[in-house]
């Protein structure tokens, strides 16, 4: 028996986004650094600190996103720096993917400001055409730090490459993030609970999906009466959510491989 999408599983999903939002966006990365941002686009060399510094920003917030579960907060400190270590360089690769996979630099401050960077924003916004700043990539980065070869990027490149068509939609994004934060460590005990929770996270995600398509459908079917069309996209009705879950399960070997490359750059915290 199939049940549609509910009301229910909107509400929390919806619940859970404006909290991940409200948290991450409480760690800010500063005047100084968005100076930076705006003085790259003038021809000023990126300083060495400025990835690592956006980096610790990427780790503090990704930090706050899984304290914001209590099935992860009410397990014993050892396990949950267990659990944090082992999961974080993932969290930040998409991060990192997310940030480089941005088509303009405003696309990028949309995503890494915090509340109080926003002030800034608006105050530069009264001065001067945001949309005119370049977007920072991590080649440009490489160009102060030198840290990593050009092999390197080019890798780093190829990987941001197949992980991109997975994070282009916000709330897809969003919530992978939180997955990956929440996955559990082989050998340990005692984290049931935060495994159903990662789960509840990828059923949602699914049925989300499904609905998306399902209701895509539906307009199809108003707007072309062809029944070939009309059995087409029914036939890919089901489909949708678990294509979605299998692309975000290839994806975690490439995020793995990714975050070897981040780590070289800024160490586990």
Known sequence: MFF?????????????????????????????????????????????????????????????????????TELSGQ??????????????????????????CEEQITYGCGHSDLQYVEEFKQIRDISKLKKIGMANCNQSTNTLTQVMIKNYLRLIYKVKELIQDKTTYE?????????????????????????????VIKRQWDEKQRLETEKAEEEDDEQDAIM??????????????DKFNSCICDLRELSTI????????
Request: aromatic content about 8%; overall charge positive.
């Open 262 to 269: 981040i780590l070289k750059i800024s160490p586990p915290p």
């Open 4 to 72: 549609r999408y509910s009301q229910e599983e909107d509400d929390w999903l919806n619940k859970q986004l404006d909290l991940y939002r409200h948290t991450v966006r409480q760690v800010s990365v500063g005047d100084d650094f968005m100076k930076e941002i705006v003085m790259f686009s003038l021809g000023v060399p990126l300083s060495k600190t400025f990835v690592k510094y956006g980096l610790g920003a990427a780790v503090e917030r990704m930090r706050r996103a899984l304290t914001m579960h209590e099935e992860f």
């Open 232 to 245: 087409s996209s029914t036939a890919s009705d089901c489909n949708t959510g678990a294509k979605v879950i």
């Open 175 to 203: 919530l992978f993030s939180i997955v990956l934060l929440l996955s559990d460590i082989d050998g340990h005990h005692g984290l049931e609970k935060l495994q159903k929770l990662r789960q509840k996270y990828l059923k």
């Open 79 to 104: 396990l949950q720096r267990t659990i944090w270590q082992a999961n974080v360089p993932f969290s930040v690769a998409l991060y990192c993917a997310k940030m480089e996979s941005c088509s303009t």
